[in-house]
Antibody
Framework: QVQLQESGPGLVKPSQTLSLTCTVS??????????WSWIRQLPGKGLEWIGY???????YYSSSLKSRVTISVDTSKNQFSLKLSSVTAADTAVYYC?????????????WGQGTLVTVSS | EIVLTQSPATLSLSPGERATLSCRAS??????LAWYQQKPGQAPRLLIY???NRATGIPARFSGSGSGTDFTLTISSLEPEDFAVYYC????????FGQGTRLEIK
């Protein structure tokens, strides 16, 4: 069974860059057939899709975060990563990585447990 | 951006009762809608995709229906483990989620 696990700092200072990594086990990112997404959940609120990457490196980002987001993949480590620049307190959230279906497109069938990132000085 | 509005915000029912949760889209999403369940401290779990298709391992008491802009998740007979927050998600135009319905024990 596919498992995903987020890792990274739980505290980031305002204006800095948030960096998270998702390690995938039980399946290979490079086997294709799925996109790999980052999704966040703002405190007490709903879910916001951030963007996804394919094993080839092609990416697609949410229009609202596009100017600050970079998602990359390291197939040798079976990992993909998120960088969100110029963070503010509004970026405080639980960040999830998720496997994204391609048939049908854009549903999320496996998720990591999530990691809380707090933006504070 | 397509806005998904879920109602009610909170639904209070007892085990064994039938639950009906609603999701309304600000414009048509055709059949491109899914439902997720989230329990405290856990990640969301995919229940239903493309309106009415149950994901792998999802019990038959969960069903979805609707089309266009109005969708419903029905739980035919509530089990204790079904009390959670439920989100709808559309993939017709970008990817957006509803704000959730909290299903609580009455």
């Amino acid at each position: 069974q596919v498992q995903l696990q987020e890792s990274g700092p739980g505290l980031v200072k305002p204006s800095q860059t948030l960096s998270l990594t998702c390690t995938v086990s039980g399946g290979s990112i490079s086997s294709g057939g799925y996109y790999w997404s980052w999704i966040r959940q703002l405190p007490g609120k709903g879910l916001e899709w951030i963007g996804y990457i394919y094993y080839s490196g092609s990416t697609y980002y949410s229009s609202s975060l596009k100017s600050r987001v970079t998602i990359s993949v390291d197939t040798s480590k079976n990992q993909f990563s998120l960088k969100l620049s110029s963070v503010t307190a509004a970026d405080t959230a639980v960040y999830y990585c998720a496997r994204t279906m391609t048939s049908p497109l854009y549903y999320f069938d496996y998720w990591g447990q999530g990691t809380l990132v707090t933006v504070s000085s | 951006e397509i806005v998904l509005t879920q109602s009610p915000a909170t639904l209070s029912l007892s085990p064994g009762e039938r639950a009906t949760l609603s999701c309304r889209a600000s414009q048509t999403v055709s059949n491109s809608l899914a439902w997720y369940q989230q329990k405290p401290g856990q990640a969301p779990r995919l229940l239903i995709y493309d309106v009415s298709n149950r994901a792998t391992g999802i019990p038959a008491r969960f069903s979805g229906s609707g089309s266009g802009t109005d969708f419903t998740l029905t739980i035919s007979s509530l089990e204790p483990e079904d009390f959670a927050v439920y989100y709808c998600q559309q993939r017709s135009n970008w990817i957006t989620f509803g704000q959730g319905t909290r299903l609580e024990i009455k």
